[in-house]
């Protein structure tokens, strides 16, 4: 896949396809970055993604208030967060969010709010709506760490 790699999404299905694909390839350590504007698919596609790995169906609510949500899934912890309500970013380590960069699988919302603690490894996906069509979302992938390039192979 190129970087940045650029991926049209027709409905919130073909987000949730795209959601498993990569669930498939992430382990321990790996960090997502989810950019975009409210409303633009972050939350659905971190669900789609946590959903599919779960060993049976539970609730995952969007982490707005509660800034974390941790599930047990088949590949480890992963962490879903939602930064928007963040106040100050000493609150970050205080959430355990550093420590589980490096231990768990990280799916993060309003990422901008991590700063100078953004995880140089991290996968980066921005999604846009300004397509004109209410369901379509506009994708854009995009990574500075190699191992991303194999393990994105076959996500389209
Ligand atoms: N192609 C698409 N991909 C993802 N979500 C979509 C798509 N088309 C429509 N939607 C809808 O957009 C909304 C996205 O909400 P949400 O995931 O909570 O956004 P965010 O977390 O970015 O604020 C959901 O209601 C979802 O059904
Ligand atoms: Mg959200």
Redesign the pocket.
Known sequence: MQNPAAIT????E??TDLAKKLGAVLQPGDVLL?E??????????A?SLIRSLMRKPEDVP?PTFTLVQVYETVIGEIWHS?LYRLSDISEVEELGLTDAFETAVCLV?WPEKLGPLTPPSALTFG?RTDLGD????NLQIRWSDPKWQDRLEGLR
Request: hydrophobic letters at 25%; zero cysteines.
């Open positions: 999404l027709k409905s919130p073909e987000t989810l975009g504007a409210i409303g633009s698919g972050k939350t659905h596609f669900r969007s939602d919302e999604f209410e369901d379509t979302r």
